[in-house]
Nanobody, 123 residues
Framework: QVQLVESGGGLVQSGGSLRLSCVAS????????MGWYRQAPGKQRELVAV???????NYDDSVKGRFTIGRDNAKNTVFLQMDSLKPEDTAVYYC?????????????????WGQGTQDSVSS
């Protein structure tokens, strides 16, 4: 099985920075993409940023120029550097990955979620 473990959330003042990390572990054949979603209270979960293989990034308009997503392929890790944070960035942030598994000669593609990390930005 595959597990995504997130770290780095917390409380920060408006204008501050946070850095999130997510490590994928398990019987991984290949990672197609890794990304971050967030869900604020009373709102739907939304895409924040995603990075694919080969390297290509996509950001929600609300975080462009402030957030940076990156990967360490050797460590199956994705990062999200969040700068110039605003109170409206407050949410639970979830790591997401699309991963290929090779099991008994069969290659399948599956999507996994991390447990979520709370990020709060005070005004």
């Amino acid at each position: 099985q595959v597990q995504l473990v997130e770290s780095g959330g917390g409380l920060v003042q408006s204008g501050g920075s946070l850095r999130l990390s997510c490590v994928a572990s398990g019987n991984i054949f290949k990672i197609n993409s890794m990304g971050w979603y967030r869900q604020a209270p009373g709102k739907q979960r939304e895409l924040v940023a995603v990075i694919t293989t080969p390297e290509s990034t996509n950001y929600d308009d609300s975080v462009k120029g402030r957030f940076t997503i990156g990967r360490d392929n050797a460590k199956n890790t994705v990062f999200l550097q969040m700068d110039s944070l605003k109170p409206e960035d407050t949410a639970v942030y979830y790591c997401n990955a699309e991963i290929q598994l090779l099991t008994n000669g069969y290659r399948g593609t599956y999507r996994y979620w991390g447990q979520g990390t709370q990020d709060s930005v005070s005004s």
